[in-house]
């Protein structure tokens, strides 16, 4: 799993007047919870880029006032007009609690109905997975090599490795749709034979 390193500083008060100070200052007013106490405190605002603007799950480690944390991003609040990170909260990571992340599906292989002119199709682009920090996956490889014109790969197809899917097991992730293409091969193909 990637993971993105931030540092914040404690916060001192807790409210809107002190919400109001750190956001003109171009900070973030955050809290994590997770293990024991809430901690409330704040980031620049640049260091979210990398988590936003990235469409890999991480986690992030953040660095407050020289103790480091093991945290995901559970919530994030934008402004409603410029967009820019108005407050996020931090989930701390336990070795013997899962979490749940939604994590990108990929593909490997070429399926043998796109190579007849068939148009492989996400029914589902992420999938939740639901298991312990060590055992998240960066991705959900799937290999579609052997997927023809109008088959598909369910849910409960995908091999699962120390996680388990919280989406329904019947639920559509990839299929193979037709198109004019496979049609076409599909007639000159029963022809021939």
Known sequence: MRIVSMSGA???HVGKKDA?????EDKVPCVMYGKGEQIAFSVAQTQFDRIIFNPEPCFVEIDINGTKH???LKDIDFHPV????????FYELSDDKPIVMSIPVHTTGTSVGVMKGGKLAYKQKRLNVKALPANMPNEILVDITKLDVAQRIKVQDIPTNNFEFLNPKSSEVLVVNSTRASATADTTEAAAE
């Open 10 to 12: 404690l916060r001192e």
């Open 82 to 89: 410029t967009d820019i990170v108005y407050h996020a909260d």
């Open 70 to 72: 093991s945290a995901m």
């Open 20 to 24: 109001k100070a750190l956001r003109r």
